[in-house]
């Protein structure tokens, strides 16, 4: 397997486009490689080779990262990790990120344990959306999947806490897996129906840590569709504000909408948006593969930034090589939670 060659020049001056023509002003940022769960799908249970701090940026690396990027055409951003909730006084860093000008939006992904005791601080520093992971409405397999106790009980208080404080949208993020949540799949799309929240259920993308699960469990998010579809009819919908590669649908006058995201089974790759910084400045044009640039160093010595992000621009590929079963295409990711998901 191998990529195809770029076939636009990247250009900057305020717009930062691909070799494959493709508008890049999203940037997800990971804060810290660590976290406070270890789901089955995204970290092996022991956890993995920590990150030292020194090897970490800081907030304001992150910030000064943030300021050139936006100065070439970024507009918005998600803070994801590990668990960002996980990395000390968070709202310091959107604090930051918020006074940058040409920042139009940051949004936050988060497993929501920790979320309650700081929402509102983190609404009134600028976050104005968040994404919910959350693979089971049952209290046991909630804490089995995650393999921590007590999960469900805290994701819950954290997902109150985002619609009291305001966040909107609020969407729930849910890893398909046979075997583990696919009966929960109608439960999960009725909670689109009352409330204004937005359901996306996800294919579970093989990583060095989980090709067993990846491939044994995979369910596709036509099948989790087809499962809903029996229940009520579905249409097609715009979706709420976001930058994500979900395709959405909703039940007839429901609140909320039911999102797929497909990466396994229709390839949306195409549409990317994106770019990834993680916890220690790589940044990287692809979640998954090896090409990836060292923004920290430069940073930390002073040498301009703007060359290096555009020449990760250039070489940005034009779509993952993911295969089920295998870890080539994740190009020797053992966990997602290495580049933020
Ligand atoms: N800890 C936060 C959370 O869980 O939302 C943010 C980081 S997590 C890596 C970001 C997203 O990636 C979550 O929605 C999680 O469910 C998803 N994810 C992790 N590993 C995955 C995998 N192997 N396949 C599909 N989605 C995965
Ligand atoms: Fe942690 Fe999020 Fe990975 Fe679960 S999906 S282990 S909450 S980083």
């Given at each position: 397997?191998?990529?195809?060659?770029?076939?636009?020049?990247?250009?900057?001056?305020?717009?930062?486009?691909?070799?494959?023509?493709?508008?890049?002003?999203?940037?997800?940022?990971?804060?810290?490689d660590k976290c406070n769960l270890r789901c089955v799908y995204c970290m092996p249970e022991d956890g993995l080779p920590w990150l030292r701090r020194s090897e970490?940026?800081?907030y304001e690396e992150i910030a000064e990262i943030v300021r050139v990027m936006a100065d070439m055409g970024l507009r918005r951003l998600r803070l994801t990790g590990g668990e960002p909730l996980a990395r000390k006084d968070l709202p310091?860093?959107?604090?930051?990120?918020?006074?940058?000008?040409g920042i139009e939006d940051i949004a936050l992904s988060t497993n929501a344990v920790l979320l309650a005791p700081v929402a509102k601080r983190l609404r009134d520093a600028g976050v104005s959306r968040v994404n919910i992971s959350l693979d089971s409405l049952c209290a046991d397999r909630a804490d089995a999947i995650a393999r921590r106790p007590g999960t469900l009980a805290r994701v819950m208080e954290g997902l109150d806490a985002a619609h009291a404080v305001g966040f909107d949208p609020i969407k729930i993020n849910v890893v398909l897996m046979r075997g583990h949540n696919d009966d929960e799949?109608?439960?999960?799309?009725?909670?689109?129906?009352?409330?204004?929240?937005?359901?996306r259920f996800i294919e579970v993308m093989p990583t060095e840590s989980n090709l067993e699960l990846s491939a044994t469990n995979f369910l596709s998010c036509d099948e989790a569709l087809s499962r809903v579809a029996v229940v009520d009819a579905l249409e097609p919908v715009p979706g709420p504000a976001g930058n994500g590669p979900a395709t959405y649908f909703?039940?007839?006058?429901?609140?909320?909408?039911?999102g797929v995201i497909t990466p396994m089974s229709h390839n949306f790759c195409s549409r990317c948006?994106?770019?990834?910084?993680?916890?220690?400045?790589q940044l990287r044009p692809c979640l998954f593969g090896t090409i990836q640039t060292p923004l920290r160093?430069?940073?930390?010595?002073?040498?301009?930034?703007?060359?290096?992000?555009?020449?990760?621009?250039?070489?940005?590929p034009e779509k993952h090589l993911?295969?089920?079963?295998s870890a080539e295409g994740s190009g020797g990711l053992i966990a997602l939670s290495q580049t933020g998901g």
């Open positions: 397997m191998s990529y195809a060659m770029p076939r636009v020049r990247p250009s900057s001056n305020g717009t930062m486009v691909d070799g494959f023509g493709r508008r890049i002003e999203y940037l997800r940022i990971s804060v810290t970490i940026l800081t310091r860093l959107v604090d930051l990120l918020a006074a940058v000008p799949v109608p439960d999960f799309a009725e909670l689109s129906r009352d409330r204004p929240l937005h359901v909703s039940f007839p006058g429901a609140q909320g909408t039911i948006n994106r770019m990834r910084l993680t916890a220690d400045g160093d430069a940073l930390r010595h002073g040498e301009a930034l703007e060359p290096l992000i555009n020449e990760t621009l250039r070489i940005k993911l295969v089920q079963g």
